[in-house]
């Protein structure tokens, strides 16, 4: 049952961030969810629009989810945004825990990661450590990820018994990627740029 629900919130945090992208009138944003609340139970062949949002993404992590819940608050001026110090440390933290899921999943490495999720007590020590150090740099969106996916494993809020389907999932590890490479290409043109300027 809570699968359904969090579709159904996978489908408006996701909209929503897309929609509010795009130049659109910062008074009209909170008007904005309780649309996407009721489009995303819409039917279609006897299907909410949600579950073909589901289909390709799956369940997303919690981590996810919290990370897409804290966008949407950014942009309807809730929370302020995070500094470059602490966008580097959100990426760096679950870039590497992608970099030890995935290339085993592709079959690229001998060792199986994804069954420590099964008994993750030594993990979930090792995610408090990094919660604790995350609460230390004032990185306050780290720490809600890391608690929310340990709270919600721990209440088994997802149909999964993995502790990894709840820290990652393709679309944080694609968003790591994407803007890890950005402040990379970023961080060497700014002194280019400086360059030219004292030419």
């Not at 996978?10 to 489009?39: N, Y």
């Not at 981590?63 to 500094?83: I, M, N, S, Y």
């Not at 609460?135 to 149909?159: C, D, E, I, Q």
Request: glycine share 6%; hydrophobic share 60%.
């Amino acid at each position: 049952m809570f699968s359904m629900w969090q579709a159904h919130l996978s489908f408006v945090l996701l909209d929503f961030v897309l929609i509010s992208t795009v130049r659109f009138g910062a008074r009209w944003r909170p008007w904005l969810l309780p649309v996407l609340v009721v489009v995303s139970f819409i039917p279609v062949n006897e299907l909410a629009l949600a579950g073909y949002v589901r289909s390709f993404t799956d369940d997303l992590a919690i981590t996810t989810l919290v990370l897409l819940a804290w966008v949407c608050l950014h942009r309807l001026g809730v929370v302020q945004p995070l500094k470059s110090a602490q966008r580097l440390q959100v990426v760096l933290l679950f870039g590497a825990l992608s970099l030890v899921l995935y290339p085993a999943t592709l079959g690229l490495t001998y060792f199986d990661p994804y069954r420590w999720g099964f008994n993750p007590r030594p993990m979930i020590v090792l995610v408090g450590a990094v919660a604790l150090l995350m609460l230390a740099l004032r990185n306050s969106l780290a720490v809600w990820m890391l608690a929310a996916a340990t709270v919600a494993f721990t209440l088994r809020l997802k149909a999964s018994e993995n502790y990894w389907d709840y820290l990652i999932d393709p679309l944080l590890t694609g968003y790591c990627l994407v803007v890890g490479l950005w402040m990379l290409v970023m961080a060497g043109w700014r002194p280019l740029l400086k360059l030219q300027r004292g030419q």
